[in-house]
């Protein structure tokens, strides 16, 4: 019984796992975007903080 609960476990896992490397390809075109946007804010900020100090 202990075995077929740990094989069990390991099936379980192997599709957690399987499930999330499908979630990551379906949406890879929205988490590139996410990641490109969240990229451009945070240069955003880094230009805009550099020029602060000629502000009149």
Do not use: H, P
Not at 11 to 22: D, E, I, K, Q, R
Not at 40 to 46: G, I, L, T
Request: glycine content about 4%; proline content about 0%.
């Amino acid at each position: 019984m202990k075995v077929a609960r740990f094989v069990l476990k390991i099936v379980a896992l192997s599709l957690g796992a399987a499930a999330v490397v499908c979630a990551i390809i379906a949406y890879w075109d929205k988490l590139a975007e996410l990641g490109a946007c969240a990229k451009e804010k945070c240069q955003r900020k880094v230009v805009s903080a550099e020029y602060d100090d000629y502000e009149e």
